[in-house]
Nanobody
Framework: QVQLVESGGGLVQPGGSLRLSCVAS????????AQWYRQAPEKQRELVAS??????NYADSVKGRFTMSRDNAKNTVYLQMNSLRPEDTAVYYC?????????WGQGTQVTVSS
């Protein structure tokens, strides 16, 4: 049984920063592909950042502001979010994929507002 648990969301003012964490447990390799998605109200879920085979890619909307990283020893992936904007408000989800199986976290709410 694989479980992903996100944390680190919250309310932040525009220009602020947050760091999201996603801890994986169960039968999942620490180096398996990982992604962060987000879903704003009444919008489709969108890919924010992707880490596969050591290569990291970002959505154009977050390039230069967000940084994805991982700690294999802790089987944890992170999303450092700087210079946050109101349009970054969404539920952020962690996703991992292994041997054709998809795993999602429960999501963590990020609200950017003054």
């Amino acid at each position: 049984q694989v479980q992903l648990v996100e944390s680190g969301g919250g309310l932040v003012q525009p220009g602020g920063s947050l760091r999201l964490s996603c801890v994986a447990s169960g039968n999942i390799r620490s180096d398996s592909a990982a992604q962060w998605y987000r879903q704003a109200p009444e919008k489709q879920r969108e890919l924010v950042a992707s880490l596969t085979r050591g290569s990291i890619n970002y959505a154009d909307s977050v390039k230069g502001r967000f940084t994805m990283s991982r700690d294999n020893a802790k089987n944890t992936v992170y999303l450092q979010m700087n210079s946050l904007r109101p349009e970054d408000t969404a539920v952020y989800y962690c996703y991992r994929r292994q041997f054709g199986d998809d795993y999602w976290g429960q999501g963590t709410q990020v609200t950017v507002s003054s």
